[in-house]
């Protein structure tokens, strides 16, 4: 029994606790749109980045549920934010990660302010009404009806919004992984990677489970400079351009990934024969000739398909020489490589010198990490492609391994499993805004992606649904 001082004691820490700073009375959550609109409206372009005004009112908006989040700062203005909700510890903790800033967009290659968020039709157009800010909108919105509902969680939910994912991470994911992996440490981590797209009437959610390593290598040409005048066989230019052609004209063979091959299995059930025996068996001698033969140049012409299926080769930049008179005792190019799993960044250099095959050229690193995956025989995978399936029955799932790098790999680097699909549909048109201009996400897609996300979340971290 509480005694009559407790109660009062107890009436007045709940005002206390009501009138301090963070810790409001219960608020009405804005509806996704229009926090989706107040996120894309607070600019983050990186550079700089500038995350610190996105956090601060995330950290705001959680204090009007009751919802404590922290910030670490990487530098100032670079901000992370941390917020969790406890679960009673019978699962391992899941994370919604995502990031808060978005690339430059310019207005004057706009339709609308790319700063405004504007809806036009079924459509919000903004810079990051994808690229992320869809996905964490919705992160945010499944994090605090958890609290609103009191969703009795058998494992903890930690939301993570984090910087600098568009200039490499090391500001946003990398530091927290690095410096606060305590608050951070998941078994699971969902985050973007991919998203759902209207392939011709299908309907195809590729979740992202691997992403390509990197290897970009400089490789120098030395020679003997010069008067242009006087031409001599030592020239660096003339060796650069050998060399690049010799690269230019090799083409990487297809390398079997268990992803790729699950890709082309689960995809293969969509089509009729032959189409569909020839893409089962893409990788399997004596049938992969003649599969590939079949195809003729699709598999190149599907970027994405074609990135799966073999490591890549290409030169980027090129330097040499600043006078037509002179001849530069150095020509340089760099070159963009992207590796499967299982090759190994140090590995691949050689073959690229072998192939070079030229003393007079060096290779040096601008930058290397090996490919990163995540087992997708996991019950984590079972419950992202169970929720798609269950608010699309028409939903097509694949693993996929994707050309570009994201915030995932910082994650599964410790050993966390990390998938990424901004659970939504999109048309192959609006891929072109992801980093490009008119950037839109369909407004009834966002109703549909909370639902899902709301699904996986529950059928991961609760007995039942
Ligand atoms: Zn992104």
Known sequence: MVSRLGLKLLALFCLIALASPGLRAEEVPLSTLD??????????????????????????????????????ESAPGRANLVARISGSGKRE?????????????????WKYPPFEATVEGDYLYGRGAID?????????????????????????????????????????AGFLVDQHWDQVKA???FNEGSIGFNRKGMHLYPIQVAE????????????????????????????????????????????????AQEFLTRLSEQFSFPRSFFMRHLFDWPISPIAVRFFGGTLEKEKILNAMLRNTV??????????????????VAEIDCRLLPGETPEAFREKIRDRLDDPDISIDWI??????????????????????????????????LSPGATDNRFFRAKGAIAYGIIPVMIQPEDLEGLHGKNERVPIPELQRGEKILWDIVLSLQTESK
């Open 35 to 72: 926090l989706l609109k107040k996120l894309i409206s607070i600019d983050t372009t990186n550079p700089p980045g500038n995350e610190i005004a996105a956090a601060e009112f995330v950290k705001n908006y959680l204090a009007g549920f009751g919802i404590a989040a922290e910030i670490f």
């Open 132 to 172: 992320m800010k869809s996905l964490v909108a919705l992160e945010i919105q499944t994090f605090i009806r958890l609290k609103r509902e009191a969703a009795k969680l058998e494992g903890d939910v930690i939301l993570a919004l984090v910087a600098d994912e568009e200039a490499g991470g090391k500001m946003g």
């Open 187 to 189: 078994k699971y981590v």
């Open 93 to 109: 903790p899941l994370l919604l990660l995502g990031h808060l800033d978005v690339v430059p967009a310019d207005p004057k290659e």
């Open 212 to 259: 390509k390593g990197v290897a970009w290598m400089r490789l120098t040409a030395h020679g003997t400079s010069g008067h242009g005048s006087m031409p001599s066989r030592d020239n660096a230019t003339v060796k650069l351009i050998r060399a690049l052609n010799r690269l230019a004209k090799q083409r990487q063979p297809l390398e079997k990934t268990a992803i």
């Open 314 to 331: 290409v030169p980027t930049v090129l330097k040499a020489g600043n006078k037509t008179n002179v001849i530069p005792a150095e020509a």
């Open 367 to 400: 930058q290397e990490n090996p490919a990163s995956e995540s087992d997708f025989h996991t019950p984590f995978f079972d419950a992202i492609e169970g929720a798609l399936r269950k608010n699309d029955p028409q939903a097509v799932v694949v693993p996929l």
